[in-house]
């Protein structure tokens, strides 16, 4: 996992950097939905990051607990109100245990792709899964791999290009891994991040969740249940524990 790449400069800037994501058209779907879901029971988001979830989930009445590798992130999240409902354990997502049970365990904004091996990513299901009470549910929002925009022969796609901020996403298909180059430019200087990621199918992570013990209960394009398509860019997974 890439731990080095959450440190002072990145969780200070993130929360503004993923500012749409705290856009209430965006945020308010994703938490009705684990609502939804998680009904009386208690709820743990791995990769908990700065509480952009966690947080409202809470005030929603629901306890809500976090795993998350970067000690900075939950810094960053220890400043905002109502982080004192939400218990934190600092670890690695595919292996970390917090004692107890749960009804849902939750995965949001591709933090599966930063488990940078397959064998991780198996890991991170079986943990779920072993953190699931019977009938439970294990969500991941993630991206659909971006393959069809390759042009022949090159291996970058542009994802994001405005006056403040240029994305572009660079595929190493023989090892299933891309790496997400930004440049956030402002008054002539430009911050720039690398990160990598590993990326699947949606078909592969139904097999990790079957080596876990879940089966897939819900799949969608996003959170607003609009229909998962070959033309969808992301998908909103769900998975139930069976035994």
Avoid at 14 to 21: K, L, N, V
Avoid at 134 to 152: D, K, M, T
Avoid at 168 to 185: G, P, R
Wanted: aromatic share 10%; proline share 5%; hydrophobic share 40%.
């Amino acid at each position: 996992m890439a731990a080095g790449l959450w440190d002072d400069r990145i969780a200070a800037g993130y929360d503004d950097s993923c500012a749409e994501m705290n856009d209430p058209t965006v945020l308010e779907p994703t938490v009705d939905f684990l609502r939804d879901l998680v009904g009386d029971g208690r709820a743990i988001e791995f990769a908990v990051g700065t509480g952009r979830v966690a947080l409202p989930l809470s005030k929603r009445g629901v306890e809500v607990h976090g795993i998350e590798l970067s000690r900075q992130m939950v810094d960053q999240m220890l400043t905002k109100p109502g982080a004192d409902r939400v218990e934190v354990t600092i670890g690695d997502m595919a292996s970390t245990r917090v004692e107890g049970t749960f009804q849902l365990v939750y995965l949001v904004y591709n933090t599966i792709t930063n488990l940078l091996s397959q064998q991780e990513q198996v890991e991170c299901f079986r943990n779920a899964a072993a953190h699931l009470d019977p009938g439970g549910y294990f969500v991941i929002e993630v991206f659909v791999p971006a393959l069809r925009r390759l042009p022949p022969g090159e291996t970058c796609v542009p994802f994001d290009i405005t006056p403040e901020h240029i994305g572009i996403d660079e595929y190493d298909i023989a090892n299933q891994m891309l790496t997400s180059h930004h440049y956030w430019i402002s008054e002539g200087r430009a911050e720039t991040i690398d990160s990598p990621h590993r990326y699947a199918w949606p078909a592969e992570y139904d097999l990790m969740g079957r080596l876990a013990g879940l089966s897939l209960s819900q799949r969608w394009s996003n959170w607003h249940r609009e229909p998962f398509t070959s033309e969808s860019t992301s998908h909103v997974s769900v998975w139930k524990k069976t035994g």
